[in-house]
């Protein structure tokens, strides 16, 4: 049976990355307390932001949806130094490291 119209997706339709739970996960009972409201914050903003960023192209036909999460880079960001402290004794090297290797391996529009 054809779909007429692709799914719209909303903030209570969104998964998060299984990756991304999983750190939350093992980390969690870790992470001091402003932490993990920091990173319960954010989360509550990427699951917010995520929706806008559905991109819809044809595919034989059909048109399919993915999720341009380059324009959520400045959440995850943010997420990422809070794991970098629990994960590095010199988190902002290697952040800038990553970030260093993603501009040169990651090409956008």
């Known amino acids: 049976m054809k779909r ?6 909303t903030r209570h339709s ?4 299984h990756h991304i739970l999983l750190l939350i996960v093992l980390y969690q009972c870790k992470l001091n ?6 990173l319960e914050n954010l989360y509550e ?20 949806g993915t999720f341009n999460t380059a324009k959520l880079w400045s959440i995850t960001d943010k997420s990422d130094r809070v794991f970098l402290r629990y994960l590095s004794d010199n988190p902002e090297r290697v952040f800038e490291s990553i970030e260093h290797h993603v501009a040169k391996t990651i090409l956008t529009k």
């Not at 969104?14 to 990355?17: A, F, G, S």
Request: aromatic content about 2%.
């Open 33 to 38: 307390g402003e932490d993990q409201r920091a």
């Open 4 to 9: 007429s119209n692709p799914r719209v997706v």
């Open 14 to 17: 969104c998964r998060m990355p």
């Open 45 to 64: 903003e990427l699951v917010a932001e995520l929706p806008d960023t559905i991109q819809y192209n044809n595919n034989a036909g059909k048109k399919v």
